[in-house]
């Protein structure tokens, strides 16, 4: 990678993220520190509006803006692939964002790589059996509660087809065995559960903040998780 492209590539990075640090533009660019000080200065003398947090890294002013930069064909290519499984694996919501940032993404790509991308995405298609459906379209309202720390009021359907109404705080989702999950602190069990999202048949945001104040990280929760499914195996 030349300079010219590391630069454009190192403020894209600062775009896409609040605060990034010098170490990890140096690995994601297996760059030295040395070298990311001296681009970010030179960012800064061209004009980017770059600040530096005490104790964080680096950010650029918000509501700075610089026209998208054309995507390579490979990087087109990667980005059709993963947003096909969107139709499989998200909810209508949702395959709806993703509809409408491919069309924003299609609109940066050269006019002469268009009906290339065209092509492409229509011969990618992922298989969906007939047992499988997505019968809810409650992924982006849980992603806002997540963000947004906000309380949500759900009517769940357990593994025993019996149904219960929770106030759940939701701190993340996780993927596996073939469909979604919410881990949620539920007030009514008074701890961390694991709610199947197509087993939830109702869904209302309360709006209202959370109440426990020291929630775990998502990841933290899975990495005790998995020590108790060790130490159990022990």
Not at 14 to 23: A, E, G, M, Y
């Amino acid at each position: 990678m030349n300079r010219i492209d590391r630069l454009v590539a190192i403020l894209t990075t600062l775009q896409s993220k609040r605060i990034v640090t010098v170490n990890h533009i140096a690995d994601k660019y297996e760059i030295s520190e040395r070298t990311v000080y001296r681009d970010l200065k030179a960012l800064g003398e061209i004009g980017v509006p770059i600040s530096f947090e005490e104790n964080k890294g680096y950010t650029i002013l918000q509501g700075f803006f610089l026209p998208p930069v054309s995507l390579t064909s490979e990087e087109a290519n990667s980005l059709i692939l993963i947003t096909s499984l969107a139709d499989k694996f998200s909810d209508k919501t949702t395959r709806n964002h993703v509809d409408n940032a491919m069309s924003k993404i299609k609109a940066v790509i050269r006019n002469s790589n268009k009906s290339d991308i065209d092509f492409l995405q229509s011969q990618i298609r992922i298989y969906k059996s007939p047992t499988e459906n997505n019968s809810t379209d409650f992924l982006t309202v849980i992603q806002k509660s997540i963000t947004e720390k906000q309380i949500l009021h759900i009517e769940y359907l357990n593994n025993n087809q019996e149904k219960s109404q929770r106030e759940i705080e939701p701190i993340g989702l996780t993927f596996y065995s073939n469909q979604w999950h919410l881990i949620a602190w539920c007030s009514k069990r008074k701890s961390y559960r694991d709610f199947k999202i197509n087993q939830i048949k109702a869904l209302n945001n309360t709006m209202e903040s959370f109440r426990k104040s020291n929630h775990f990280d998502l990841n933290e929760y899975i990495l005790t998780i998995s020590k108790k499914e060790t130490k159990s195996l022990t």
